[in-house]
């Protein structure tokens, strides 16, 4: 699966986890991504899309 959202290019961020004695680690913040079946320059097309793409309806759905 694609690690970034087709639409707004969204990816994963690095970030640290911190403890409370505060040892630091590395992490990873990951996108909620789906892959849907949606219309894509008149066609349908399988992408990988973040939810809030979906969400805020920049996502036609193949019927």
Same mark, same amino acid.
């Given at each position: 699966?694609?690690?970034? %959202?087709?639409? %707004?290019?969204?990816?994963?961020?690095?970030? %640290?986890?911190?403890?409370?004695?505060?040892?630091?680690?590395?992490?990873?913040?990951?996108?909620?991504?789906?892959?849907?079946?949606?219309?894509?320059?008149?066609?349908?097309?399988?992408?990988?899309?973040?939810?809030?793409c979906?969400?805020?309806?920049?996502?036609?759905?193949?019927?």
């Amino acid at each position: 699966m694609s690690t970034m %959202c087709s639409i %707004c290019g969204k990816k994963a961020m690095v970030g %640290c986890n911190v403890s409370h004695a505060h040892n630091v680690t590395k992490r990873r913040f990951n996108p909620n991504l789906q892959r849907v079946r949606a219309v894509q320059n008149g066609s349908v097309k399988k992408i990988t899309v973040c939810t809030q793409c979906i969400k805020s309806g920049l996502v036609v759905k193949a019927p």
